[in-house]
């Protein structure tokens, strides 16, 4: 079956520093996610895109994030200077259709010391 | 907005029963679509079960289904013949209809232990 592929699977980082999260997604999906769980809590929404460009995103996403999908089959989030509390299990999914299931990666673990 | 509610943060049973973990959610919306994740130790986010709103037949997938209340906005997840690894977090999701990339709303999860 086809999976979602992410990594690193663990990133370790210094604050303020910059990381980027690679996904590549189902290769005949059209519609891309990123979710994040601190440990301990719930999966939240970070941030969705469609056709190039960002479709919703939620509070946590702020200017700090940014997503891009460079060359068709790659689909990154960049976090530009981490903090501490964004230490968290990054999750990156895919879906072929609006309101389809969505497939998940097995994530990336981001530790920011 | 919306929200999703599960209120057993940890439950447990033998190997070889039935479990039912419970999920309440709140919307105005009449047409939206409901899920059941699966989170084992590994963290990998596996979908266990999906439910359309405007279907009124419960969905089921093997050991896994579900008793869809549209009226009392509940969507409980029954595993038959558990199974040790179906130790793992689980965890309920809602879904608005068409309106763009709606995102998954996840509730905070349960905890289900199967033991030998």
């Known amino acids: 079956e086809p999976e979602v592929t992410q990594t690193p699977s663990h990133q370790v980082t210094q604050m303020g520093q910059e990381v980027i999260l690679r996904c590549v997604p189902i290769s005949n999906h059209l519609y891309f996610y990123w979710y994040r769980q601190i440990l301990g809590q719930k999966v939240e929404f970070l941030v969705s895109?469609?056709?190039?460009?960002?479709?919703?995103k939620s509070e946590i996403f702020d200017d700090q994030f940014s997503v891009e999908r460079p060359d068709g089959s790659n689909f990154t989030l960049k976090i530009r200077s981490t903090k501490l509390e964004d230490s968290a299990m990054y999750f990156c999914?895919?879906?072929?259709?609006?309101?389809?299931?969505?497939?998940f990666g097995s994530g990336t673990q981001l530790s920011v010391l | 907005a919306q929200t999703v509610t599960q209120s057993q943060p940890e439950m447990s049973v033998q190997e070889a029963e039935t479990v039912t973990l419970s999920c309440t959610y709140d919307?105005?919306?009449?047409?939206?679509?409901l899920f059941w994740y699966k989170q084992p130790p590994s963290r990998q986010m596996i979908l266990v079960i999906r439910?359309?709103?405007?279907?009124?037949q419960n969905a089921t997938e093997n050991r896994f289904s579900v008793n869809f209340q549209k009226a009392a906005k509940s969507f409980s997840l029954k595993i038959s013949d558990s199974q040790l690894g179906d130790t793992a977090m689980y965890f309920c999701?809602?879904?608005?209809?068409?309106?763009?990339?709606?995102?998954?709303?996840f509730g905070k999860g349960t905890r289900l232990s199967v033991i030998a």
């Open positions: 999914a895919s879906s072929v259709s609006v309101a389809e299931k969505l497939f």
């Open positions: 999701a809602f879904m608005k209809p068409y309106s763009g990339n709606t995102p998954l709303v």
């Open positions: 919307t105005s919306e009449n047409n939206y679509y």
């Open positions: 439910q359309e709103a405007y279907k009124q």
């Open positions: 895109f469609y056709n190039n460009e960002i479709s919703e």
